[in-house]
DNA sequence: CTTAGTGCAAAACCTTTGCAACTCT
DNA sequence: AGAGTTGCAAAGGTTTTGCACTAAG
């Protein structure tokens, strides 16, 4: 938290309230994905009214700056999360296809496919994002009937 | 190409010169990930111009089917690709973040973690989605500069 | 004060939809 | 003939942008 501080004194951002109310509703949402319209939502009512424009620039600036982390669940709309992929293990998603709720789970296998992928193809990975696809619990008992 | 005709007639769909024609695009282009845009491009000029929307029900339809699979880059559109996810090794795709080139690599591994992933999750999963990102080899070079 | 950031409204994109005309089967 | 299909234009939904105003450093 202080060096977010730094990393926007760094390039000349500006700490404004509206970034910082946003950091904070995914700080309050850390189970959620959230899209830029949620964002808006949560963030309405505090503060003076953000602007959905301010909204969407924020969600690029705090992933150009890997403080939030783009997720793409082809609902059609970006959604964001606080960023892990510092931390070793990072989480990824299930999604199922007919409530369209999404799970996380670790991942650990992943770390070595991706180094025999880097190998083998002589890209230098910086990133990944992996999604499984079916259908949840619930679901497949809702699906029987 | 026969149980194309089969799949459809099955289903009382009709096997239009327009579906002809773009799915002839798919065929032609199997290196390429194509969006509807691209579709639209390649297929004008041949037969009686197909419009836009057509392209977007076509590949609506081909995906229901099973004919394409959809795709995303998270360049904000769809691209779609022709489905091999029958074959027991799919592939997917590593995606340069500098030029935005894809490349496709088989997986193997990922068999394995899915089947681990289900079995903790309790989900029934039914497809994947695996996207590494990162610097191509080329893009590397030009990094160095 | 200076420069970056905000809000608003308009514009830009991609995609979907209503509807009359059309064409496979 | 009759069902599904097409094209066009209009509408929808998300995201971006121009610009005058505001606020952080």
Redesign the interface.
């Known amino acids: 938290m202080a060096d977010l501080r730094q990393k926007f004194h760094d390039r000349q951002y500006k700490l404004t309230s509206q970034r910082q109310t946003i950091l904070q509703a995914f700080l309050d949402n850390q189970d959620r994905h959230l899209s830029a319209e949620d964002v808006h939502t949560i963030v309405r009512g505090r503060a003076s009214e953000i602007g959905l424009a301010t909204v969407y620039r924020t969600l690029e600036l705090f992933s150009e700056l890997d403080i939030l982390q783009?997720l793409?669940f082809?609902d059609g709309r970006q959604r964001y999360e606080l960023n892990e992929t510092n931390t070793p293990h990072h989480h990824h998603h299930?999604i199922?296809?007919r409530c369209g709720r999404v799970?996380e789970?670790g991942?650990d296998?992943?770390e070595?496919?991706?180094t025999?992928?880097?190998k083998?193809?002589?890209?230098?990975?910086?990133?990944?994002?992996?999604?499984?696809?079916?259908?949840?619990?619930e679901c497949?008992k809702k699906r029987e009937n």
Chains 1, 2 share one sequence.
């Not at 083998?120 to 619990?137: A, M, N, P, W």
């Open positions: 783009r793409d082809g299930l199922c296809l799970r789970f991942d296998l992943l070595t496919l991706e025999a992928i880097a083998r193809s002589k890209f230098t990975i910086v990133d990944h994002q992996l999604k499984f696809y079916g259908y949840c619990e497949q």
